[in-house]
C-alpha cells in the first residue's frame, strides 16, 4: 500500500481558491445523466436492449470497461465483456456478482458519486491503490465567502491527520492546488454531466486541480436538498494528496447522497499513512 518513493514527511501546500457564480438554481432541472439505468433493470448477457451503450460509456468512464472494437462499445448488446464489468462492479461494490443488472446494481450506479474512476489502468482503487503525489508545493484560489470555510475546514481535518500543512495564496499562477466551480466541459478533458450525476473530481499536483460541478445544488451546512460542500470536500483532498476510492463507511468511497455529511474514517487515515509511510 505504501509509496517509497517520497521518504518526507512534512508538506506545505499553498491554496488558492477561485469560487465564482456558483450554488445555481437548479429548481427547474432535476433529471439525473444516470436516469437511463433505471429501464435496464434485469438486463443481463445476450439481450439487446436500447441503451445499454450508454451503459458501456458510464462503465467506461469509471475504469471497468475497455474494448477493442469501437463498433460494440456503440452497440446495445448485452455480450460477455460487458457482463465482466458489471461483475466487477458488483464486486467492488459489495453486491451479488452475477454480472447482470439487478435491483441493488442499477439502485447504487444511479447514485450521485465522485467523477474520478474506480479502477485506473487495470487496478481497482476501491480499497488499496494509492498514487504518490510528485510535488511537495501547493496552491489554491478563492473569492466566495460562503465556500471558502466548509472547505478550509476539510483542508484542516486533513492537515490534523497528516504531516502536511495548507496555506492559502493570492498567487494564481504558482499555486499548486486550485478549487472552483465548474460545469459541463470546461478545459480538463472530465466533463460535468449536470445534476444528479458525477458531482466533483480532484488531480494530485502537478495538475492540482479541485472542481465541483457547479450545476449541482451544494450547501455550507447539511442540508436534505444539497450535497455537503465539506463532506465532498474531503473526499477530494484525498484524491489531491493521491488516494483512490475505498470501501463503504470511508471518506474516499465514491457515491454520495443529497444532505450526507461524514468525517474521515480509519481507513482513510490508514490509507494516507501507508501512502507515505507516516
Known amino acids: 500500500m505504501g509509496s517509497k518513493a517520497l521518504q518526507f514527511f512534512s508538506f506545505t501546500l499553498l491554496l488558492f481558491f477561485m469560487f465564482q457564480a456558483v450554488f445555481a438554481d437548479l429548481k427547474h432541472k432535476n433529471t439525473s445523466p444516470f436516469q437511463f439505468l433505471r429501464h435496464l433493470h434485469g438486463c443481463h448477457q445476450g439481450e439487446n436492449i436500447k ?31 460487458l457482463e465482466s464489468a458489471v461483475r466487477t462492479y458488483q464486486l467492488n461494490y459489495n453486491l451479488k456478482a452475477s454480472g447482470s443488472l439487478d435491483a ?36 489554491t484560489p478563492w473569492t466566495r465567502d460562503d465556500a471558502i470555510n466548509p472547505v478550509s475546514r476539510a483542508f484542516q481535518t486533513w492537515a490534523e491527520n497528516t504531516h502536511f500543512s495548507f496555506s492559502r495564496t493570492e498567487d494564481y499562477v504558482n499555486a499548486d492546488i486550485r478549487v472552483s466551480f465548474e460545469s459541463g466541459e470546461h478545459g480538463d478533458g472530465s466533463s460535468f454531466d449536470g445534476p444528479g450525476g458525477t458531482l466533483a473530481h480532484a488531480f494530485a499536483p502537478i495538475n492540482g486541480t479541485f472542481h465541483y460541478d457547479s450545476e449541482e445544488p451544494w450547501s455550507v451546512m447539511p442540508d436534505p436538498g444539497a450535497y455537503h460542500l465539506e463532506t465532498l470536500a474531503l473526499h477530494e483532498i484525498g484524491h489531491l494528496l493521491g488516494l483512490g476510492h475505498s470501501f463503504q463507511g470511508a471518506i474516499m468511497y465514491p457515491t454520495f447522497s443529497l444532505g450526507e455529511s ?16 507516516l
Not at 55 to 79: I, M, P, R, S, V
Not at 110 to 135: F, K, L, Y
Not at 267 to 275: E, S, T
Open 51 to 81: 441503451d445499454l451503450h450508454k451503459l458501456k460509456k458510464y462503465l467506461q468512464n469509471f475504469g471497468y470497461l475497455t474494448y477493442k472494437n469501437k463498433t460494440h462499445f456503440d452497440d446495445d448488446d448485452f455480450d460477455e465483456t
Open 104 to 139: 441493488n446494481t442499477v439502485s447504487r450506479m444511479m447514485r450521485p458519486r465522485c467523477a474520478v474512476a474506480d479502477i485506473v489502468n487495470g487496478t481497482s482503487r476501491m480499497r488499496s491503490a494509492r498514487t504518490a503525489i510528485r510535488d511537495q508545493n501547493c496552491s
Open 262 to 277: 461524514k468525517g474521515l474514517h480509519g481507513d482513510d487515515i490508514q490509507g494516507i499513512n501507508a501512502l507515505y509511510n
